[in-house]
């Protein structure tokens, strides 16, 4: 009898503690962290260097001509592309275009209300628009199907479905990797001189009357861009903050570098923490060894892509 008291209570000791860890990070949570940071270590037990793991699916969506769902940790997005034929402008006939659209529905977060659009989704979208169009992954030349006549109108749409910190990090994993699985149709010019899809009988059937391309094929990506978003506190370096992480410091800096290690885009958001030269060097060297890590997993993505 007394053995089993004994036990009981130390589990009641257990979660008596449990409790008070929990009370104490709520109420304190920089304190809760700085006891951590000094051990150089984060309660989930990572280290301040280290990302969190991260997985690539491609091909998620069925019915887009390019998907992919991109997992950093619990942070979650689901990237599709849906193309149509457009008429290019006179400025750039012989170029495609590329819009993109940032969405961050109520079940993502907690401080998301239904009804009100999350603040920060347009800044993800401009940040986004910004780094896929300066690194120059897509030649919008590839987009061209007629000149001045008809180009291909690629519409991206990222729907952040559990925003748990890094958002921009995975929203550019998972439009990148829909740009990698993305294929652009078969398309003919019908009896009216408009560029249409061409279905598969068509093209087996060699039916249609003026092929513009037969076969469909992928795009060329060239220099892609990965980032890494750092949290600075004092004189500590946190990579791949969780959304805890970011609501207690908010010093941010966020580096994209494409796969050749040239710097993209440096988005520092404000923040209390100067970013002295040595510590944006710290995280542009972080950032090119998680490159490795991201472009390695993208390569896994799309081989296991071709063997389904």
């Excluded at 275009?97 to 989704?121: K, L, N």
């Excluded at 076969?215 to 890494?228: A, D, M, V």
Aim: aromatic content about 6%; hydrophobic content about 40%; charged content about 25%.
């Amino acid at each position: 009898m007394e053995s089993g008291n004994g036990g009981g209570g130390g589990k009641e000791g257990d979660l008596s503690g449990e409790m008070e860890v929990d009370a104490y990070r709520r109420l304190f949570p920089l304190r809760f962290y700085e006891r951590h940071l000094l051990e150089s270590v984060r309660p989930d037990a990572r280290p301040l260097a280290h990302a969190r793991d991260t997985s690539l699916a491609l091909g998620a969506v069925a019915t887009a001509d390019g998907s992919a769902l991109a997992k950093i940790g619990c942070t979650t997005m689901l990237a599709g592309i849906k193309l149509e034929v457009m008429t290019p402008s006179t400025d750039s006939p012989d170029e495609g275009c590329i819009a993109i659209e940032f969405y961050m529905p109520p079940i993502c977060s907690p401080i998301v209300r239904p009804g009100r659009p999350a603040e920060v989704a347009p800044v993800i979208a401009k940040q986004l628009s910004d780094v896929i169009l300066s690194s120059g992954m897509v030649n919008l030349k590839e987009l061209s199907l007629i000149s001045g006549k008809a180009a291909w109108m690629a519409y991206l749409d990222i729907y952040c479905l559990d925003a748990d910190g890094a958002l921009f990090d995975a929203a550019l994993l998972s439009a990148v990797a829909a740009f990698s699985h993305l294929h652009l149709p078969p398309v003919s010019v019908n009896d009216d001189g408009r560029v249409v899809t061409m279905s598969k009988e068509q093209v087996e059937g060699n039916s249609a009357k003026e092929p513009v391309n037969k076969e469909r094929r992928k795009l060329t990506l060239n220099s892609i861009p990965f980032s890494l978003t750092c949290i600075l506190y004092k004189k500590y370096i946190l990579v791949d903050p969780t959304a805890e992480e970011e609501s207690i410091m908010e010093s941010l800096v966020t580096v994209v570098l494409d796969t050749s290690g040239r710097l993209v885009s440096l988005y520092k958001p404000g923040g209390t923490v100067l970013a002295y030269t040595s510590t944006i060097q710290d995280c542009v060297a972080l950032t090119r060894q998680r490159v490795k890590e991201l472009r390695k997993i993208l390569n896994e993505a799309l081989v296991d892509m071709e063997v389904d």
